[in-house]
Every structure is written in C-alpha cells, then in structure tokens.
C-alpha cells in the first residue's frame, strides 16, 4: 500500500531563506507524487506533481520539487521565501486504480521577517 | 472558468442531526472525490465516483455516511446521526482524467 511520510510539522525560515520541506514515499508501483498547498480558509491548491519523465519538477510561485528514486523522495524546495509562501504543504501520492491521493500529515512552514 | 463549488462553506449542527454537503465539480470532470480533513486524522479519502458510480466508498468511516451523484455532475455527502467526532472540513475534488485533481473550498461541519 502507498504511504507518505512528511519529516516535520513545522517548518519556520526567514524571509528570502531556502525553504526545503521533505517528503518520503512508499509505494509498489511507480508514483504519481503531487505537492498541494492550503492558504488559511482555502481548499488545496496544486503546485507541482511528478507523473513521468524529468524528475525535476517546476511548479507555480517558484516551487520545485525532484523525484528521486532511490532515496523514496520528493522533497521541495524554493530558493528565496516569501512572506506569502505561509502556508500548509502537503505530499501525497496515488494509490490504486482509482487514482485517490494519500496525503501526508503536512507541513505548516512559517516566514518570518 | 468556474472551479469546484461546494456548499454551504460552514455548517453547524446539534449532535444527532442530519446534514447533506454538496458538491459541483467542475463541468465535463468524470471523476469526483470525496476527502476529509481534521485535526486528529489529516487529510483522509472517503469516497470515489466515476460517472455516477463509487466503485470505491471504502474510506467512509461509518454506514452513518453516504454519498450519491446524479447526473455525472453534482454530489451530495450526506451523514446521518452526526456525531462530534465527525466535525471535519469536507474537501470535495474533480478531475478529468486522475492526473490532476481540482479541490473545492470545503465545507466546515462543526457538530456541537
């Protein structure tokens, strides 16, 4: 069964910091892997996901994220934090025929001046 | 165009009470995803519609839930007997072709 683990709760950086929010995954079949983010009050917004092909993913408001095979990984990153980027991340993964997602528990990443 | 709607946005009921949560996916999505999000469990998938079908409810948690599509367009969660620990933001999601899925804004159900 595919699982999604996201390493830390809380993740807080500053203002044009590196921002590198870290998710592992299982799965027995190869992924589709996806990062969603949820602003306050807001449903989930799509802001990468890897199907096939090039492991480097770009994604909106300066997010990327690389599939790496051998370590289980998805991890994302931006270079430079904005005080916008506040927000809960979540990894998830596709499970089964059906295509539902398994999401991580999430990441709450703060930005401070 | 227009994204999923869901309604209402915020829903407060008295335990035991019944509640109908809808849901309008965006217009030509086959598939449509039921999801709930709360404090002590996250992010969980209820249940899973193609056309008007749910070849997949094995996420509902109890027969107290149930869930219906007409017309491969609109869905409504219904829950019968609410219960508190059944306060949630229910998250509704459609999609295309399973490569992407569109999320609604939520519906807030707080059971006092």
């Known amino acids: 069964a595919q699982s999604v683990t996201q390493l830390g709760s809380h993740v807080s950086v500053s203002e044009g910091a590196l921002v590198l929010l870290r998710c592992n995954y299982s799965s027995s079949v190869p992924p589709y892997l996806f990062w969603y983010v949820q602003y306050p009050n807001q449903g989930l917004q799509l802001l990468l996901k890897?199907?096939?092909?090039?492991?480097l993913v770009k994604g909106i408001n300066g997010f990327e994220a690389e599939f790496k095979k051998s370590e289980t990984s998805f991890h994302l990153t931006k270079p430079s934090a904005h005080m916008s980027d506040a927000a809960e991340y979540f990894c998830a993964v596709i499970s089964g025929g059906y295509n539902k997602l398994i999401f991580g528990a999430g990441t709450r990443l703060a930005v401070h001046p | 165009g227009a994204g999923v709607s869901q309604s209402p946005s915020n829903k407060v009921t008295e335990k035991g009470k019944d509640v109908e949560l809808r849901c309008d996916p965006i217009s030509g999505h086959t598939a449509l995803y039921w999801y709930r999000q709360s404090l002590g469990q996250g992010l969980e998938f209820l249940i899973y519609f193609q056309g008007n079908s749910a070849p997949d409810k094995s996420g509902l948690p109890s027969d107290r839930f149930s869930a219906e599509r007409t017309g491969g367009s609109v869905s409504t969660l219904t829950i019968q007997r609410t219960q508190q620990e059944d306060s949630a933001v229910y998250l509704c999601a459609s999609s295309w072709d399973g490569s992407e899925e569109f999320f609604g804004p939520g519906t807030r159900l707080t059971v006092l």
């Open positions: 890897y199907t096939t092909g090039a492991t």
